[in-house]
């Protein structure tokens, strides 16, 4: 018999391919997961003519997910709206508005304990981040479960973020001996309604719907919004593989912390999200799809493509 998988059934097996690739190590699982070139989006009313909208850079320092090109889908949608894009290869924002950071993490990273990995940045450039963002600059960071955005905690933290650095599981699949990962946040289940990403002040329809692929927990900075709150039954497991180490590693209560937050920071902007499949749309061995060319993922977007204008201070009057 053939036919579509029910999500429940998706949800597993996008879980069981994210196990076994993952079992390699992180660094190959990015090389094993990539783009879908297939997927696309069509933007009927963008904000800005063709090319005309503001620069978007996206950095590969430590970045296996911008050097695989999993973060085309993401610059196709930044396109769509009349952005800019390129590929730097620092922190060095330059002439662009929006500074992308996805899954920085550094080769060494078994040589650290899971919740307390190497800073993918320096000292120095941390302050250049954190000042150019106050003097108006935009900052995305995508920083995913252990280990893949651990790189960034030390950045996130210069703005108040506090990352567990582990994953977020649901605790009533992990009494059952299996880690369910996958999070719908939606008006009333986690999906802030009250912020201009989610509202529809940027000119974009309010926002129904946001799924995440998993990810990791955090803490927001004081002042910030929490766009997407982990709900009451899930935990953050502190461990680098949540399947091997579902019943063997310290967890935490997760609900009530971020999965998503942003907030002004002086002049400029910041936005943190603990999950980057949810931003792209890829493609994994055994086709095994993720990110907006899935049903559960195929509204989120919408999300995104607001979250870009938001963070660039977009008016639709404008």
């Known amino acids: 018999m053939t036919g579509r998988l029910r999500p429940s059934a998706r949800t597993s097996v996008l879980a069981l391919a994210c196990a076994l690739i993952l079992a390699v190590s992180p660094a190959s699982a990015q090389r094993a997961q990539g783009r879908d070139p297939s997927w696309s989006f069509e933007n009927a009313e963008p904000a800005w003519t063709a ?48 500074l992308v950071l996805i899954n920085n993490y550094r080769p060494d990273w078994r040589e650290f304990p899971a919740m307390d990995p190497p800073s993918a940045f320096s000292d120095a450039e941390i302050d250049r981040v954190r000042n150019w963002v106050e003097g108006g600059g935009a900052l995305l960071i995508l920083a995913d479960h252990a280990p893949l955005g651990g790189g960034a905690s030390k950045l996130a933290a210069a703005f ?12 009533r699949s992990a009494e059952a001996g299996y880690a369910h990962v996958n999070l719908d ?17 940027t000119g974009r329809k309010p926002i129904q719907k946001f799924h995440a692929f998993g990810g990791q927990a955090f803490i927001p900075a004081a002042g910030a919004t929490t766009l997407l709150a982990i709900p009451q039954g899930w935990s953050a497991i502190l461990a680098f593989d949540v399947h091997r180490n579902l019943g063997s590693e310290l967890k935490i209560d997760a609900s009530g ?6 907030m002004e920071f002086g002049k400029g902007r910041v936005a943190i999200f603990g999950e980057a499949g949810g931003f792209s749309a890829q493609l994994m061995p055994g086709d095994v799809r993720m990110g907006f060319n899935t049903a559960e993922g ?8 607001a979250l870009l204008r938001w963070l660039v201070d977009y008016r639709p009057s404008d």
Not at 257 to 262: D, L, P, S
Not at 298 to 305: L, Q
Request: aromatic fraction near 6%; charged fraction near 20%; glycine fraction near 14%.
């Open 298 to 305: 195929a509204e989120n977007p919408e999300f995104v493509v």
């Open 51 to 98: 090319g005309a909208g503001p620069l978007v850079a996206f950095s590969r320092r430590h970045s296996g997910f911008v050097a695989n090109r999993s973060h085309e889908p993401l610059a196709q949608l930044a396109a769509s709206d009349g952005m800019r894009t390129t590929v730097i290869d620092g922190v060095e924002p330059g002439e662009a508005k929006v």
């Open 185 to 201: 946040f939606r008006p009333g289940s986690g999906l802030a309604t009250n912020h201009p990403v989610t509202d529809g002040a």
């Open 160 to 171: 108040g973020f506090t990352f567990l650095n582990g994953h977020v599981a649901e605790d």
């Open 257 to 262: 912390m971020a999965q998503g937050a942003a």
